[in-house]
């Protein structure tokens, strides 16, 4: 196993480790998925967790969680279920401003909120989100920069993707992660 490869999955095994110890989010009560998608809370901010997450991706590290489609060379550490993190190296690929706004969609953004988050993303205005990019604007979401309009609006999509709590958490920080590997996969595949 190379340097670079181990020192991933451990990383990744101690943000795992971390989350799971119980650091995670306060044990709040389960709200419906209509009730916790209506009201968004005004200011977001990260777990812990998932300001570790943030920092990955600002030294180029992209982490989801289960299993990304195709794999984009990512390595798993644990077997089967899935459920862990994954470090994904910088693939250099990218996906269309379109296909980005219909990821968005499935995360429950409206039409203005796609295009702030898709424009926000989209540092070059190429009309494409680049690997990079992503990475860069998943980053801006840490809490040293998470202040602006642009960090607020990807955190509360984030937000309204699990419980719509204020919180960001590991796993709904992830799921976004995720859900663009899984795109960019598709898109190269193509």
Do not use: W, Y
């Amino acid at each position: 196993m190379s340097p670079l490869i181990s020192g991933l999955a451990s990383v990744a095994s101690l943000v795992f480790n971390a989350a799971s110890s119980g650091a995670a989010k306060s044990a709040a009560p389960r709200r419906s998925s209509e009730e916790a998608q209506a009201q968004p809370s005004a200011v977001v901010t990260l777990s812990p967790q998932a300001e570790a997450l943030a920092g990955f991706a600002g030294k180029g590290i992209l982490v989801s969680q289960g299993k990304v489609d195709g794999a984009l060379g990512a390595v798993q550490r644990g077997g089967g279920s899935g459920g862990g993190l994954v470090g994904l190296p910088a693939a250099g690929g990218s996906v269309s401003a379109q296909d980005f706004k219909a990821l968005l969609s499935e995360f429950g953004a409206d039409d203005a909120q796609k295009e702030q988050i898709a424009a926000g993303f989209d540092a070059s205005k190429d009309g494409r989100i680049s690997h990079q990019e992503f990475l860069q604007g998943l980053a801006s979401t840490s809490i040293t920069r998470q202040g602006n309009d642009f960090s607020q609006a990807v955190l509360q999509l984030m937000d309204r993707s699990g419980i719509a709590d204020g919180v960001v958490s590991q796993s709904e920080f992830a799921a976004l992660a995720t859900a663009f590997a899984n795109a960019e996969k598709r898109v190269g595949a193509a």
